[in-house]
Every structure is written in C-alpha cells, then in structure tokens.
C-alpha cells in the first residue's frame, strides 16, 4: 500500500507545480465598429493612463510593452505615444493591479498568487470622435517562486499580447 501512495503524492505536486509555473493572459471584446475612411496601414497613437490604485508604478512599463508588440506586429504605418497627429489614438486603462512583492514571494510561496494587470483598451478617430474598439485586456504571471514568469514584467508581457491580439482593424 505504502509503494502506491508515493507515486501519487509526486503525481500531485508535479501537476500543482506544472500550474503555477505558467503566465497567461486574454482579451474581451466589448465593441467593434467599422472605421471610415482609414488608410490600409493606418498611423496610432497610444495614451496610457494609471486609474487604479498604486498603477502609476507599471505605467512606463505598460507602455513601452504594448508600443514594442505593436511595432514588432507591423499592422500600423507609425505607433508613437507622443502627441502628434495620427488616423487613430488608443486609450489604455490599467483598471486593475495587483502587485506580489519579492518579500510575500518568498514567505507565502505560491499562495501568494500571481502579478495582474487588467486593461481597458478604447480605439478611437481622432477626427470623429467616433469609438473604433473597445476591448479588456488582461495578463498574469506564474504564481510559483521558482518560475521564470513569475514577476510583474511578466504580467505586462502578457498584457501587451492580448492588447495587440485584441485589435481587430
């Protein structure tokens, strides 16, 4: 009885460790409309803004990752975050933050949970006013200590996937 048992209890922790060590991430569509008058690769702009609490400290980090995936995608003429002209403007909402720090990692281990950015994401024309998309994106890390995806960097990595896989245009 005592040979079956073992086998079992590592079957267990190998699965519970196999769970913990992945970041993911997904998108919601909420609305999407056709845009007027758009060229086939149009210019965007990007505005991010921190409304939840403590979410100013991700806020460059956020930026700069949903810039570079939408660079690296090429769908887009120019992606800039500076203030200039451009066929359209994407405001990112970090409505949701949780942050596990270094300290409650080491203590509690994988039940102190995963790192989590949720974004509301609009796309809008500048010219119009007129709301393109809107979409939530979201993105977490690995909840285990030992991962490699288990700091916030990564929770912003997977957010910024699900933002340039959300966008529709």
């Known amino acids: 009885m005592r040979i079956f048992i073992r086998p079992a209890i590592h079957a267990g922790l190998a699965s519970i460790l196999l769970a913990a060590c992945s970041a993911g991430g997904n998108f919601t569509v909420q609305t999407a409309t056709k ?3 758009l ?3 149009p210019s ?8 939840a609490d403590g979410s100013d400290e991700v806020l460059a ?5 949903v810039l570079g ?3 690296s995608d090429g769908r887009f003429s120019k992606v800039v975050v500076a203030s200039e002209p451009t066929d359209l403007v994407m405001n990112v909402d970090i409505v949701k933050y949780a942050k596990v720090t270094v300290g409650e990692r080491i203590l509690v281990g994988a039940l ?5 950015v949720n974004l509301a994401v609009k796309i809008t024309q500048p010219g119009s006013n007129a709301i393109v998309e809107t979409f939530e994106a979201d993105g977490e890390s ?3 200590p030992l991962s490699s995806e288990s700091g916030m960097s990564d929770a912003v990595r997977q957010a910024a996937k699900q933002v340039a896989a959300g966008i529709t245009i």
């Open 35 to 37: 845009p007027i008058n």
């Open 39 to 41: 060229p086939a690769s």
């Open 44 to 51: 965007l702009r990007i505005i991010v803004t921190p409304t």
């Open 61 to 65: 980090d956020i930026r700069a990752a």
């Open 69 to 71: 995936q939408l660079l």
């Open 112 to 116: 102190a949970g995963r790192n989590r």
């Open 142 to 144: 690995a909840s285990h």
